[in-house]
């Protein structure tokens, strides 16, 4: 709390830090929900559930099997009996053993010694399950979504917020995302003409060539998602340039202050 009231006072900025740190709390909270991936789980990978969440099968170790318990926020119910499992590669879920009753008020209890798995390894597990290729969310749109909620933050509040120094490097690093979208979606493209590449050397193989459909069509969504979000966000930045520009233009005493007046480094 210290750290942020030193920084609004250094940005001589018309914020107050009960509204800085308000915002800070409301960014980890949607950070906490966000996700990298998005994968489908059948029912037949389903062992239990409750009101708390499911309890999927996954196998570890050698030769044994057991269940992670994923609470209901991680997943989104379809109208087909599937669920869609978003997480992210670094999350952990708790491991038990196959066990013939459960407690239904308290899925923690399972296990004396708790054991976990992490996002990354059940993305590859459930995937190879039932052979639905899971979707990469590209992890540079949360930095640009971040970048983005701080510019709304500074842009709502007014007075030439956004004439000051941390709201210009806040630009600058959102320019620098965007870019680096944009090479990822070059990435992306030179990807998809590489399967279709290749899975026209197999037309023979349907086994071989439903596999390239599946990749192809997770990496065509990824890169909708990216582009999508890419060109909001473009247009989302050229908006809040346009507010400091009218700003300036109005206010060319109180700009020039604001520029002396860099602030600290992000």
């Known amino acids: ?20 740190f308000n915002e800070y709390i409301d960014t980890v909270q949607e950070t906490s929900q966000d996700y990298t991936w998005k994968v489908e789980i059948e029912p037949f990978q389903i062992d239990s559930s409750n009101e708390h969440g499911l309890y999927l099968n996954v196998d570890f170790g050698v030769d044994r099997r057991g269940q992670v318990f994923v609470p209901g926020r991680y997943l989104d119910p379809l109208e087909n009996g599937n669920y869609l499992f978003f997480l992210k590669d670094d999350d952990f879920f708790e491991l038990t053993e196959n066990r013939t009753e459960r407690p239904e008020s308290s899925p923690n209890s399972q296990s004396k010694t708790p054991r976990y798995m992490k996002g990354k390894t059940l993305v590859r597990q459930f995937s190879t399950q039932n052979g639905k290729q899971p979707v990469r969310k590209e992890p540079v749109l949360n ?15 007014g007075d030439g917020t956004l004439q000051s120094g941390q709201a210009k490097q806040i630009d600058q690093k959102l ?10 979606l ?51 930045l050229n908006y809040y340039r346009g507010i ?23």
């Not at 930095?143 to 509040?157: C, S, V």
């Not at 320019?175 to 990822?184: F, G, M, Q, V």
């Not at 399967?195 to 069509?217: C, F, H, S, W």
């Open 143 to 157: 930095t640009i979504n971040d970048y983005l909620r701080a510019l709304d933050f500074y842009a709502t509040h």
């Open 175 to 184: 320019t620098e995302s965007l870019n680096e979208a944009k090479d990822k």
């Open 186 to 236: 070059f990435e992306l493209d030179q990807k998809i003409v590489d399967l279709k590449q290749e899975m026209a050397k197999d037309l023979t193989n349907p086994r071989i060539v439903e596999g390239y459909k599946r990749e192809l069509e997770a990496i065509m969504e990824s890169r909708d998602l990216l582009n999508t979000q890419y060109e909001q966000a473009v247009q989302n």
């Open 1 to 20: 709390m210290d750290h942020i009231a030193k920084v609004v006072e250094q940005n001589n900025l018309n914020i107050s830090v009960e509204d800085v």
């Open 244 to 266: 400091e520009s009218k700003y300036h233009n109005e206010n060319p005493e109180q700009t020039q202050k604001a520029t002396k007046n860099l602030g600290p480094a992000l």
